[in-house]
């Protein structure tokens, strides 16, 4: 149990459908990240927020937006996705920006598969 | 562009043996380097670092080695055991302040009771 805690854990969508992924995270930290990890290839993050505010977003296509109400929450709003698409979006949280590289936490991710 | 990447896809190690899993990296301003652990159906978790400043850095049962001058860095783990079978990871990062983290693909670990 890392403190950070993703739902749901398993995720079949259609390409048409609209869904939300959420993270939360009990560490009181102050910074929160998305990441994708797909087969065979290096985990690529998606996007940064610190204290609430969105600080980085990797050029990540607009069908995925994500949200964040307080410190605490993260989400990840799905619509119209690609088969491509398909992965395991993790999560993570650090006690703040500057420390992103040393002290991340990781939650057990969501596994998405589109059909 | 700058990556990091590992030699071996797959690891078979029989139980009780030494497992060392190997790692390069390219960026030569990296100074902080992490090895991180995923077991099946779940997330990364963090094992062991290490600095610039260093050679080696020892954790229980695991060692982790950098060589600067080849960009190469490896993880040792002793005595392996079936709960390590997992994947292993290499990221490499500049330290101070908000820096991005280079992930490395992973290393499947195979732990042959």
């Known amino acids: 149990e890392t403190g950070v805690t993703q739902t749901p854990r398993h995720l079949v969508m259609g390409m048409t459908n609209k869904k939300s992924l959420k993270c939360e995270q009990h560490l009181g930290h102050n910074a929160m990240y998305w990441y994708k990890q797909s087969a065979k290839k290096p985990l690529e993050l998606m996007f940064v927020?610190?204290?609430?505010?969105?600080?980085e977003n990797n050029s990540v296509p607009s069908r995925f937006s994500p949200e964040c109400p307080n410190s605490s929450h993260l989400f990840l709003h799905l619509h119209t996705l690609q088969p491509e698409d398909s992965a395991l979006y993790l999560c993570?949280?650090?006690?703040?920006?500057?420390?992103?590289?040393?002290?991340?936490?990781f939650g057990q991710g969501t596994r998405l598969t589109v059909v | 562009g700058e990556s990091v990447g590992l030699h071996l896809p797959t690891l078979s190690v029989q139980e009780g043996d030494n497992s060392i899993i190997n790692c390069a990296y390219s960026?030569?301003?990296?100074?902080?380097f992490i090895w991180y652990k995923q077991e099946s159906g779940k997330g990364p978790q963090f094992i062991i670092d290490?600095?610039?400043?260093?050679d080696k850095r020892q954790g229980q049962r695991v060692t982790v080695l950098l060589n600067k001058t080849v960009k190469h860095l490896s993880l040792q783990i002793a005595a392996t055991q079936p709960g390590d079978s997992a994947v292993y990871f290499c990221?490499?990062?500049?330290?101070?302040?908000?820096?991005?983290?280079?992930f490395g693909i992973g290393t499947k670990l195979q732990v042959i009771p």
């Open positions: 993570a949280s650090s006690p703040s920006l500057a420390s992103s590289n040393t002290e991340a936490f």
């Open positions: 290490i600095r610039s400043n260093m």
């Open positions: 927020y610190s204290l609430e505010e969105r600080v």
């Open positions: 990221a490499e990062t500049i330290s101070g302040g908000y820096q991005k983290v280079t």
């Open positions: 960026n030569s301003a990296s100074d902080y």
